[in-house]
């Protein structure tokens, strides 16, 4: 199993739809989560953490579940602007570093 | 004023040369990255550096070779190129080693012919 896998899509939507990405993750010790974003040809940008007890971000919110291992995204009222792939992140704990998932890719049309 | 700059941003070469890129953080930060995304978007950690010291290395050909001559810098030099090495290559930083914000340079984009 993969350590952190995602749907690679794309995923396309017309603007103003809601849009949800799932993620899960192998490591259960795995201590913190986010979401990046990365457009095309650009470097990835933290989009938001992800709490335990689930937080909003504007269109944005984002859910964990450490039971059954996953993380969710969730985008209402979707722009065109929204149009990326969307990374999602676990960080393993201690020393290691971050692991990126190989992203969602969200296309929103007029 | 970028935060983190990365140069070249584009590298075309032939197989066998040796090639540098650069990084610098303006950040103040203590920990810097090197990361590749190769054709199928897949983001892998190659090396971290924390306070100009090694402190992941992960499982890269000894072809790539770090150098963080101060904590604002570090550059990723490879010899002998192979066609298998073509990919983007992200520079990123981060305030401290267990710091989970990442800021990445633009990438520099390698093509080996």
């Known amino acids: 199993r993969k350590e952190v896998e995602q749907d690679p899509g794309p995923f396309n939507v017309p603007e103003g739809a809601t849009v949800a990405f799932n993620c899960t993750y192998s490591n259960s010790a795995s201590q913190s989560f986010f979401w990046y974003r990365q457009d095309c040809r650009k470097e990835p940008k933290l989009l938001m953490s992800v709490y335990s007890s689930g937080n909003e971000d504007g269109r944005f919110t984002a859910q964990l579940n450490r039971a059954s291992q996953y993380i969710s995204l969730l985008i209402r009222d979707s722009k065109l602007s929204d149009s990326a792939t969307y990374l999602c992140?676990?960080?393993?704990?201690?020393?290691?570093?971050?692991?990126f998932g190989k992203g969602t890719m969200l296309l929103v049309s007029p | 004023d970028t935060a983190v700059s990365q140069t070249p941003k584009y590298l075309v070469t032939q197989m066998g040369n040796d090639k540098s890129i650069k990084c610098e953080q303006n950040?103040?930060?203590?920990?810097m990255y090197w990361y590749k995304q190769d054709s199928k978007k897949f983001l892998k950690i190659m090396f971290s550096y924390n306070n100009k010291e090694l402190i992941i290395n992960e499982t890269v050909p000894n072809r790539f070779s770090p150098k963080s001559p101060d904590k604002a810098h570090l550059n990723l030099h490879i010899n002998s190129l192979e066609l298998g090495d073509s990919a983007v290559y992200f520079c990123?930083?981060?305030?401290?080693?267990?710091?989970?914000?990442?800021?990445f340079g633009s990438g520099t984009q390698l093509s080996v012919l």
């Open positions: 990123a930083s981060s305030q401290t080693v267990t710091n989970e914000k990442l800021f």
């Open positions: 950040l103040g930060h203590d920990t």
């Open positions: 992140v676990v960080n393993p704990g201690g020393y290691s570093t971050l692991t």
